[in-house]
């Protein structure tokens, strides 16, 4: 029986698809770098021919009911595209134990996402207590990772996936960019620890200035970019999704919007493909709505620094950063905006920009190329440019 040859662009063609499993029929070839690939992505490769389930049938009058309801003001968006299994990390480290660290902690191990959560700060005992609480919550979570606290960086050793969120948090009238050269010594001092102990693990950067961070972890690392991402994307775009929701009096999950750019005031929050509904945004909101909304967005870190007038947000960026780590285990499919260094993807390179991407066990797998506005585009590499300058680095 004559087959097809399977390779790699069948494999890339089933993850954009959002697939789990790839039949492999009677006389398929298979070739070796379409297995590594599946592999490297989480698909599945399952011998078939596969039981197909029979095509529910439905008359045009029950369509164009279904149709009109979704359109309606009670329409609910669907929960998001979640897999029933996925891969469990042996060891999670995060170096810082404060507000974000501790919540990521909690998170991961309430979602079962490892054997071993390891704290790690310079705060004598900080670490140690938070590891203490959670697992004393587990007599009541039933959560399964052990979590360990301590003050040594060479705790990182043997981790899959290494969050850091160390350094100096913001201050009322502070911007980001007033961090770097603070923050950089932190970034250095986790990198080398990293490279030593965990030289196959997936760097995670949330500390500020985010992207330049990312920037500085790559260079003390000299890991490749697939392994070095830094959190942003996901929580600026909670962050705009939020406040589109709240002006168009819809849920949030009725929205889908992204930002891009830098984690700062050069964000792109880009209005051009965000939907309330399925729909375009001017359906919902006015041209000034929808303006307020994109600075909301743009200043939604400052307004939770200038409310709790010392220390920045902990909840949202903990609850991104699992987005995060859920798109590398295979817990979630598709593109999600997250700070890598750009090789030419939208025009640019040499810089670290957010951007969507799809995420694998072994980082980042490709950059998503959206059709973007002209004036989007520009704002995407005017950020670039931003970042270049703040850091010194030629264009």
């Known amino acids: 029986m004559s087959g097809r040859v399977v390779g790699s662009e069948l494999i890339e063609d089933a993850r954009q698809r959002g697939r789990i499993v790839f039949e492999i029929l009677p006389g398929d070839i298979v070739t070796d770098v379409a297995r590594e690939m599946a592999q490297r992505v989480g698909i599945k490769l399952v ?11 439905s008359d045009g009058n029950t369509a164009m009911r279904r149709g009109l309801y979704r ?6 968006a669907p929960a998001r595209n979640i897999r029933p299994s ?36 310079i705060a004598p005992g900080l ?19 052990r979590c360990i606290g301590s003050e ?32 950089t010594r932190v970034v250095h001092a986790a990198a080398a620890a990293i490279r030593s102990g965990a030289p196959d693990a997936i760097v995670i950067v949330v ?52 930002t891009l750019g ?21 359906v919902f909101l006015s041209v000034k709505q929808i303006a307020a909304c994109a600075k909301d967005a743009v200043t939604g870190g400052g307004q939770v620094v200038a409310l709790k007038k010392s220390g920045s947000a902990t909840i949202a960026p903990a609850h991104s950063t699992i987005e995060l780590m859920d798109h590398i285990r295979g817990a979630r499919l598709g593109p999600v905006p997250v700070s890598v260094m ?33 004036d989007e585009l520009k704002s995407l590499r005017s950020a670039a440019d931003a970042i270049r300058q703040r850091l010194g680095m030629t264009p």
């Open 207 to 258: 500390t500020n200035p985010l992207d330049e961070m990312t920037v500085e972890m790559l260079r003390a690392t000299e890991f490749p970019r697939e392994r070095v991402l830094g959190m942003a994307g996901t929580l600026d775009s909670s962050r705009f999704r939020n406040a589109l929701a709240l002006a168009a009096g819809v849920q949030p999950a009725d929205v889908q919007a992204i």
């Open 86 to 121: 996925a891969r469990r990390f042996s060891k999670i480290a995060l170096i810082g134990a404060g507000g974000v660290g501790g919540n990521i902690a909690h998170l991961a191990a309430m979602a079962d996402m490892a054997d071993e959560i390891t704290l790690i700060d």
């Open 71 to 76: 359109r309606g003001a009670k329409w609910v």
């Open 152 to 183: 040594n960086l060479s705790m990182v050793s043997g981790a899959d996936i290494v969050v850091v969120t160390a350094g100096r948090a913001r201050s009322p009238g502070m911007t980001r960019a007033d961090l770097i050269q603070s923050n």
């Open 342 to 374: 750009l090789a030419g993807e939208y025009g640019i390179s040499g810089v670290v920009l957010g951007v969507p991407a799809h995420l694998g066990q072994s980082g980042m797998v490709s950059v998503e190329q959206l059709r973007l506005t002209d």
């Open 47 to 57: 011998d078939g021919p596969l039981e197909k389930p029979q095509t529910i049938a």
């Open 262 to 282: 830098s984690h700062g005031e050069e964000m792109a929050p880009i209005t051009s493909l965000a939907r309330i509904k399925g729909r375009p945004l001017e």
């Open 127 to 145: 670490a140690a207590a938070t590891a203490l609480d959670l697992n004393h919550a587990s007599g009541i979570t039933g959560a399964k990772a």
